[in-house]
């Protein structure tokens, strides 16, 4: 067997190190920095619905292709789209937690709001026949969300909403499910 060259290694040692700098900060830079603070959870009145704005005000902003990855086989990771913050006599009940976006909490509790369907099985929300994902949760446990790098506590069935540039990535952690929402 033929010993690599110290070139060969010193580029190996330069991609292993590229890895590295783009994976850690992402994976391991919030380790610590969750807060323990209890999961948002849907308010038990619901709230009056947003004022309308203009014609179709009631429709989620049509943005093309937010993405949902699911990672480790989670189970009962469940996505939706054509949410409304009214009822349209879709058959699932969506609660959002941020309807406007975002970090800032707007709740929307209505029935029959949105259309959704379960991950398991699909890696990718778009193998799951949604080309454009407007929001999810977990079904029946409580997640970490990381929103751009700020931490939430989620509740079960809890949905999160997500826009068209923004890409939700799911893992089993040591502390339950973790999702990061990036661009």
């Known amino acids: 067997m033929r010993k690599p060259s110290s070139r060969t290694v ?15 900060p992402t994976s391991m830079a919030y380790a610590d920095a969750k807060p323990p603070t209890p999961p948002l959870v849907a308010p038990v009145d619901p709230p009056a619905p947003a004022p309308a704005e203009s014609s179709g005000a009631n ?3 049509v943005e ?5 990855v699911r990672y480790n086989s989670i189970q009962n990771l469940v996505i939706a789209k054509d949410i ?3 009822n349209a006599g879709y058959g699932s009940n969506c609660d959002i937690w941020n309807w406007n976006g975002g970090n800032q909490t707007s709740w929307v509790t209505v029935d029959r709001n949105c259309r959704t369907t379960s991950m398991n099985g699909h890696t990718y929300s778009y193998n799951a026949g949604y080309s454009d994902t407007d929001a999810f949760t977990l079904q029946y446990e409580p997640y970490w969300l990381s929103m751009h790098g700020t931490w939430h506590r989620i509740g079960a ?6 826009n068209g540039l923004e890409t939700a990535k799911c893992y089993r952690e040591s502390d339950g499910v973790n999702c990061y929402v990036v661009y």
């Open 10 to 24: 010193r580029y190996l040692m330069l991609a292993i190190a590229l890895v590295v700098s783009v994976i850690a």
């Open 59 to 61: 429709v989620a902003a």
């Open 64 to 68: 093309c292709c937010g993405l949902v």
């Open 84 to 86: 409304r913050n009214t």
């Open 157 to 162: 069935n809890v949905y999160t909403k997500i």
